[in-house]
């Protein structure tokens, strides 16, 4: 099986509230993004990390990555710092990059941790993973729904775990849709 997410920022006491997440402290932000991970990703699985996977953790980025089942793929997002300074946290990945082009069944995908405009396949009906944006519903967020081909692997629109392909064009349609009915997305 093959999954998507980003933008977990592990560790970070500040998203909670920058994103309302629906947790009181970073540790338990920590216990449950771990837990959703383990409880769907098996060792075998592959897991795609839209970047911004720790971010500002009292914890070294080691700590996380043991505990992270699955055949895990960083693309770079703009807070990897904890983890590309570290030889042993690198070695938890199978490849680390700041783009990566892959195959999900019949979907070719571009994924970078930003939004891009347009992606390497953008004329031949391929797919763009992004992170980045969060759940922010502005100027970058319009300008990204016009395109039915770019969805969002930001972990607070996907029930804070690893989703497979076809949840990630779920979950993205349905955050348009409510963005659309609370007046954010008139350009949806």
Aim: aromatic content about 12%; glycine content about 8%; some cysteine.
């Amino acid at each position: 099986m093959i999954y998507y997410t980003g933008d977990l920022h592990l560790g970070h006491a500040n998203v909670i509230r920058h994103d309302q997440r629906p947790f009181a402290t970073w540790e338990e932000m920590d216990q449950v993004l771990i837990e959703n991970w383990n409880n769907r990703v098996t060792d075998t699985d592959l897991v795609y990390i839209g970047g911004d996977l720790i971010y500002k953790s009292e914890r070294p980025a080691e700590w996380y990555l043991e505990q992270l089942k699955g055949i895990k793929f960083l693309i770079v997002g703009n807070h990897e710092q904890a983890i590309l300074d570290s030889k042993r946290a690198r070695s938890y990945f199978e490849a680390i990059d700041k783009m990566m082009h892959i195959t999900d069944g019949k979907n070719q995908i571009c994924m970078c941790h930003f939004p891009i405009a347009e992606w390497n396949g953008y004329y031949r009906k391929h797919y763009h993973i992004y992170g980045h944006i969060h759940k922010d519903r502005g100027r970058t967020f319009q300008f990204m729904c016009q395109e039915s081909r770019a969805l969002n692997a930001g972990c607070m629109i996907n029930g804070y775990r690893p989703v497979t392909f076809k949840e990630l064009m779920e979950n993205n349609q349905l955050f348009q849709k409510e963005a659309m009915k609370a007046g954010e997305g008139e350009h949806v």
